[in-house]
Antibody
């Protein structure tokens, strides 16, 4: 059974940092592209970042939403079946539930989603 | 303000057919596949339609998708109370190198 479990959310002050993790199980993690998608309270879905699958022969392709570019960094550790999102210079508007999601195929929609982890940026 | 537009709400009675529209531009829906997600209250999104009109395994045939030019539609036949949810369309935007989501449509089953 495919499972994605996010962690690392919490309350952080504006300007602070937080690192989200997503542990995957039930599939060959290294063979799939992954995304972070967020949802502010009572709002719609907003894509945050994408990282392609990687191998020992090629590095990952990475994309970011303009709203987080230069502040957030996506990464993966295939040995640990884990996806990460390092979030720096956090702002109030980054407050949201953050979901990790597996792509059906590279850039072909996300077929499995985690339960989400809440990030609250407030003083 | 999303670059992909959906009506904020839709409604129907049980057994009815409901359609939800999604409108974009040449750089997103016009040149790439459209995807639809269903988000039941308090849960994570679920992929409903991929590549414009394909249903993942387990999604009932009552759900169907279509695309024409820069617009797409999700149709739900034989509406059921459990279909009450938020529905989002999405597409890759070449000009942004980013996924763009519609603002979402809240479907109410009357």
């Amino acid at each position: 059974e495919v499972q994605l479990v996010e962690s690392g959310g919490g309350l952080v002050q504006p300007g602070g940092s937080l690192r989200l993790s997503c542990v995957a199980s039930g599939f060959t993690f290294s063979g799939y592209s992954m995304n972070w998608v967020r949802q502010a309270p009572g709002k719609g879905l907003e894509w945050v970042s994408y990282i392609s699958y990687s191998s020992s022969y090629s590095s990952s392709t990475i994309y970011y939403a303009d709203s987080v570019k230069g502040r957030f960094t996506i990464s993966r550790d295939n040995a640990k079946n884990s996806l990460y999102l390092q979030m720096n210079s956090l702002r109030a508007e980054d407050t949201a539930v953050y979901y990790c999601a597996r792509d059906l195929a590279p850039l072909m929609g996300s077929d499995y989603w985690g339960q989400g982890t809440l990030v609250t940026v407030s003083s | 303000q999303s670059v992909v537009t959906q009506p904020p709400s839709a409604s129907g009675t049980p057994g009815q057919r409901v359609t939800i529209s999604c409108s974009g531009s040449s750089s997103n829906l016009g040149s790439n596949y459209v995807y639809w997600y269903q988000q039941l209250p308090g849960t994570a999104p679920k992929l409903l339609i991929y590549r414009n009109d394909q249903r993942p395994s387990g999604v009932p045939a009552r759900f169907s998708g279509s695309k024409s030019g820069t617009s797409a539609s999700l149709a739900i036949n034989g509406l059921r109370s459990e279909d009450e949810a938020d529905y989002y369309c999405a597409a890759w935007a070449d000009s942004l190198s980013a996924w763009v989501f519609g603002g979402g449509t809240k479907l109410t089953v009357l």
